[in-house]
């Protein structure tokens, strides 16, 4: 799931975290895919240019949800009759998900019901190709369910993902609308490596960047590679 940044209450990175927080993977791990997957944690799973991966937090959901409350209310938005509000304006928070494809609504079902319990309102939209193409190509959304494709060979592609530039181009892929000066350098500096050790230095500080600054909800991923071969 990705927060677009160029909107309000998603320019908040306490908002962002809070969301991280509140939502409960396990759950849809174990009820959508039998278990079968990990938590994302890094745009590069499975390889060495993976950032390096912290000790894993408790998981407790109870004390995520208290967490999560607390750090919207640090962001000005408080509970008033049950509903998440701004402590200046009393609007609620409510935003839309858009997808492109019905397969992924069961999922934003699932952070909708998680958003519910902090009292916050969120819709999903599910959009035909043209009509969700359109939305994204003009950044014109709340938050959205999509990827981003990599390579082990990290190249000019990373500047288009993730650079100021691209969140201000139409039709580029920084869909989150991040900006930030040191993620510009590693991007430009990932394709002028010059050995593949530096290569990996560079990916992994861009990589650890990027997860810290909460742009998205982290999906799933698969710990194994399958290889098909005719014996």
């Known amino acids: 799931f990705i927060f677009n940044t160029r909107r309000a209450p998603f320019d908040d990175i306490r908002v962002r975290q809070a969301l991280n927080l509140v939502f409960d993977f396990d759950w849809v791990n174990k009820n959508f895919f039998y278990n079968a997957y990990n938590q994302i944690d890094s745009f590069f799973p499975n390889t060495d240019l993976a950032r390096v991966i912290p000790a894993a937090e408790p998981t407790d959901l109870r004390e995520k949800r208290r967490a999560a409350s607390a750090l919207l209310t640090e962001a000005g938005w408080i509970i008033k009759d049950g509903k998440r509000v701004n402590a200046d304006t009393l609007a609620p928070m409510q935003f839309d998900i858009i997808l492109d494809n019905p397969a992924d609504e069961k999922l934003a079902l699932s952070l909708i019901r998680a958003l519910q319990k902090m009292g916050i309102t969120a819709n999903v939209r599910v959009l035909d190709s043209a009509a969700y193409r359109g939305r994204m190509n003009d950044y014109d959304f709340d938050m959205t369910l999509s990827f981003w494709n990599s390579t082990l060979s990290p190249g000019t592609e990373q500047y288009l993902y993730w ?26 500096a990932i394709p002028t490596a010059k050995t593949r050790a530096e290569l990996v230095q560079y990916t992994q500080k861009l990589d650890e960047k990027l997860w810290s600054g909460q742009y998205f909800i982290p999906l799933y991923y698969n710990t194994q590679d399958y290889v098909a071969y005719w014996k």
């Open 163 to 188: 650079s100021c530039e691209a969140a201000k181009t139409p039709a580029q892929w920084n869909y989150a609308g991040i900006c930030d000066p040191e993620i510009d350098a590693l991007a430009k």
